[in-house]
């Protein structure tokens, strides 16, 4: 886009790489029906990212949109192009949690991070 927007997408994303660690986004797969069972699976997707996992402030929790135990996860966009969606879980540190709602942080129209909310 713009010089001044890739320093910042790449400041953004060298920092969430130096302090945060590795994660996947897991995306449920189209469900399949098995007549002969009667049963419904469906595979999911394994995106790998690097983000970094923060509680979110005191005054942030409401108990409506923003519950106790909700965590707020910052998801690097340099070399991830995957926009995460409700639905969609988080999993780090072997503790899966849900998309609750998700954010890019784009001035200028150039995603620099994804904002997201996670719940267990």
């Known amino acids: 886009m713009s ?6 997408q790449a400041t953004a994303t060298r920092l969430i790489k130096q302090y945060g660690s590795a994660m996947v ?7 399949t029906y098995n007549p002969a069972t009667g ?7 394994d995106f ?6 923060l509680d979110f402030d005191t ?22 192009d995957v926009v995460p969606q409700p639905g969609d879980r988080i999993v780090a540190g072997g503790v899966a949690r849900e998309v609750i709602r998700s954010k890019p942080l784009a001035p200028g129209g150039q ?5 997201v909310q996670v719940r267990k």
């Not at 049963?39 to 997707?45: D, N």
């Not at 790998?48 to 996992?53: A, L, S």
């Open 39 to 45: 049963t419904s699976s469906s595979t999911p997707t």
């Open 59 to 80: 005054r942030s929790i409401d108990g409506t949109l923003v519950k106790v135990g909700d965590r707020k996860v910052y998801i690097e966009a340099e070399s991830f």
């Open 25 to 31: 986004l897991r995306r449920a797969g189209p469900a």
């Open 111 to 115: 995603v620099l991070l994804h904002e």
């Open 3 to 8: 010089a001044f927007y890739d320093n910042l």
């Open 48 to 53: 790998p990212c690097t983000g970094v996992e």
